[in-house]
């Protein structure tokens, strides 16, 4: 990333770094975290998107397990349609080994992707992701 007004958050959890320069959020997941700690962490990461006026969204969930289906549902129906309304261009998943983790991430990529006005897309490495989102629009296939 290039240097310029970073933010950033680290918590034996998970990691969130925003660059304003960049316009990209980033969130890394470093393990399981309770359903309080994993909703207080997107809720960061929605509010540093609408402070800062973040184009690109990236989530690391390698290390992140299962997500529960409480918070499965939160995410459909409270959180991704603010999300849609924050003017996100691009949004990154990296892909997490879990079959639980997964499985939900993909269901909800299907779910909320007819409902957002930009692309949702899966890498199995964070490398890949950060540069499909740092391309140039007429460059994206």
């Known amino acids: 990333m290039r240097s310029g007004s970073v933010i950033e958050h680290d918590a ?3 990691s969130v770094t925003a660059d304003t320069a960049e316009g990209i ?6 393990n399981y975290a309770p359903s309080g700690t994993y909703r207080a962490t997107l809720e960061m990461a929605y509010e540093l998107i609408v402070q800062h006026k973040l184009r690109y969204f990236l989530t690391d969930q390698r290390r992140r ?15 991704a349609p603010r ?8 949004a990154a998943v990296v892909q997490s ?8 991430v993909e269901r909800f990529v299907r779910t909320v992707l007819p409902t957002v ?12 992701a ?3 989102l740092m391309q140039p629009n007429e460059m994206l296939v």
């Open 12 to 14: 034996p959890y998970v």
């Open 117 to 128: 006005d930009y692309p949702i897309v899966n890498f199995q490495t964070l490398e890949e």
């Open 97 to 104: 080994a879990d079959f639980f983790n997964r499985t939900t």
């Open 65 to 79: 397990g299962a997500i529960l289906h409480e918070d499965e549902v939160w995410l459909v129906n409270d959180w």
């Open 25 to 30: 959020l980033i969130i890394q997941w470093k």
């Open 83 to 90: 999300m849609a309304k924050a003017g996100l261009q691009r």
């Open 130 to 132: 950060q540069a499909w």
